[in-house]
């Protein structure tokens, strides 16, 4: 498929992949707790990280460039906030084709997007028009990955797995790729070139949701076939559409850099009562810290294995709420197949349907969630596994 994101490959931002999802999943298993072997693996994730940044951009140098910060984007492309009437012209004049302003559906945000000058590379491109327009937020339309990917198939085509004894009813949105046709969703929409496609991210992440008892799910999907899917504009306008149609809670298993769009689009719907959840990814503790996650207010997820030990790809955040089981997780692909997951991707749902179910309750979520979390670690918050672990067993084998 042409969609980077649904093949399952890149490490990147989060998305381990087979390969070397296969592999952190031995090393999970057998290290020794020394800080050598803690760093050999931080730095075998790094370089995958950046091998899979590298092939990326190789195959689909025609659609992605990097922009200014060295980071994987929309080729051509730039987005523009707060663009006044002589910044429009002074860009125009530059070469810039300036679109007319979108107003981003339910969020009340406005955003232009530039087509850089012919020839011109997009860090370039995104310098010049910071110089041309300095009262405007000019940024790169970011690619955001998932953090997750499956590992093998299960024994069992119905392998029993945890579920909450009592229906969540409140609505949970999904920012990822669409699930199967097999996985039914109060609705669904697509913010990509062929989308909404089925996917198998997608297809877990909505499953999980599903397992943990929530019974009104509306999917965004961002990636479709468009192998510059994932973007920032994607994503921002996948959350407006989310919190108009009456998502109290959406979770966001992707990961990327910050940009301006997304961060105003996450505080706008957080503005509208929308609890936003996020993972971590899974790059390890040596990677940027990552976004949406890292945004003021949202949720940031991490993963634990089946001995509650912290995932050794996890990623980190700016600040870290909970954790949840992400490793030997049960859900099904995009064809109904059970398979067995890994990556902090499917933590996050989890934790949304414990945050959903408090709201359903008429709680506060985060007394709620606080009371009900496990304490791991040092005691009480920390780094590695924030307020403590929620939905312990959800989704596992029994």
């Known amino acids: 498929m042409p969609a980077f994101a ?8 989060g998305t381990i992949g087979k ?25 075998r994730l790094m370089r995958a990280r950046e091998r899979t940044l590298s092939r ?3 195959r689909n140098s025609d659609r992605i460039e990097r922009d200014a910060n060295g980071d994987l984007a929309r080729r051509g492309e730039l987005l523009a906030l707060a663009l006044d009437g002589p910044a429009r012209a002074a860009l125009s004049a530059a070469g810039f084709a300036v679109g007319t302003s979108e107003e981003i559906e339910g969020l009340g945000l406005s955003v232009t997007t530039l087509k850089t000058p012919q020839g011109m590379q997009l860090a370039q491109a995104q310098a010049l028009a910071q110089r041309l327009a300095p009262g405007a937020d000019v940024s790169a339309d970011s690619l955001h990955f998932q953090s997750g990917a499956a590992l093998v198939a299960s024994s069992s085509a119905s392998a029993p797995i945890g579920r909450s004894a009592v ?15 097999r996985i039914r969703v109060a609705g669904e929409r697509g913010f990509a070139s062929g989308a909404p496609a089925p996917a198998d991210h997608g297809s877990a992440v909505v499953g ?3 397992s943990a008892g929530v019974e009104k799910i509306r999917v965004a999907d961002v990636y479709g076939k468009d192998p510059a899917g994932g973007n920032a504009l994607a994503i921002a306008r996948a959350l407006g559409w989310l919190t108009q149609s009456g998502s109290k809670v959406v979770t966001i298993s992707l990961v990327g850099p910050r940009n301006p769009v997304l961060g105003r689009a996450v505080a706008a719907a957080q503005a509208r009562g929308v609890v936003v959840v996020a993972a971590v990814g899974n790059d390890g503790p040596a990677a940027p810290v990552a976004y949406p996650a890292s945004y003021d207010g949202v949720v940031a997820v991490t993963g634990v294995d089946r001995r509650n030990r912290a995932l050794i790809e996890a990623g980190r955040a700016f600040h870290l709420d909970y954790a949840a089981p992400a490793e030997r997780v049960y859900a099904y692909d995009r064809g109904g197949k059970m398979k067995r997951w890994r990556g902090t991707s499917f933590a996050t749902p989890l934790v949304a349907a414990r945050i959903a ?11 709620r969630s606080d009371a009900e979390a496990r304490d791991l670690g040092k005691r009480g918050p920390d780094e590695i ?8 067993g959800c989704a596992q084998k029994k």
């Open 208 to 210: 999980l949701l599903n």
């Open 56 to 58: 990326l951009l190789r």
């Open 385 to 392: 596994f924030g307020r403590g672990l929620l939905c312990e």
């Open 6 to 13: 649904q093949l399952q490959v890149p490490d990147v931002g």
């Open 357 to 367: 179910d408090a709201l359903q309750h008429g709680r506060n979520w985060r007394v």
């Open 19 to 43: 390969t070397v999802g296969q592999a952190t999943d031995v090393l999970g298993q057998g290290i020794d707790g020394t800080q050598q072997s803690l760093n050999r693996n931080v730095a």
């Open 167 to 181: 229906p969540i009813a409140l609505e949970v949105g999904v920012i990822d790729t669409a699930p199967g046709a």
